[in-house]
């Protein structure tokens, strides 16, 4: 694995704002495939996740959105979202396919739970869909654990971090 990226806070404005949106409708697209609803192009995705794509800083006004860098492309992401009652969620982790298994997803998520953590958050929560087993894989070694689900949809999977008690695990590797 080599660890040639940093990890970046992204706002509204900054630049590499298209590669933001290249990422989130890179994620929005597989994902709508992966659920079997395959769509033409982001200017067809369900409304909730278009607007995502065209305007981000706009979607996650009051979220944290973190962007792995390698030189000057953004090769993933991942958006936590504003805490509720002293709880974040976790959304979009996304790593370009062409950088998998390079530690990159890993990154992204422990700089999330060091933010979260750092913030005084009681814990962190995610769902995840059910066949993205590499991703479930990756949030285990890194302290989440199946939780009750707080989510009606079919085949995903409720996972929480809880800071305290113990903390984060060790592990690496990356989805």
Do not use: N, Q
Request: with cysteine; aromatic share 6%.
């Amino acid at each position: 694995m080599t660890r040639d990226h940093v990890i970046v806070t992204w706002a509204a404005g900054d630049t590499g704002g298209d590669d933001l949106r290249a990422l989130l409708a890179a994620y929005h697209l597989r994902t709508e495939a992966e659920k079997g609803v395959p769509v033409g192009g982001p200017a067809h995705l369900p409304e909730r996740y278009r607007v995502e794509v065209e305007d981000p800083g706009a979607a996650f006004a009051d979220d944290v959105v973190l962007v792995a860098r390698r030189g000057d492309a953004a090769i993933g992401c991942v958006v936590l979202a504003a805490p509720v009652e002293g709880r974040a969620e976790i959304k979009r982790l996304w790593v370009d396919p062409g950088e998998r298994g390079r530690g990159v997803a890993g990154a992204l998520v422990r700089a999330v739970l060091t933010r979260a953590h750092a913030t005084g958050l009681r814990s962190v929560r995610l769902s995840v869909w059910r066949w993205r087993t590499t991703a479930i894989a990756l949030y285990e070694r890194l302290g989440f654990v199946v939780t009750a689900s707080w989510d009606s949809r079919d085949d995903l999977v409720c996972m929480e971090h809880a800071f305290g008690g113990g903390g984060e695990r060790s592990g690496g590797g990356g989805a």
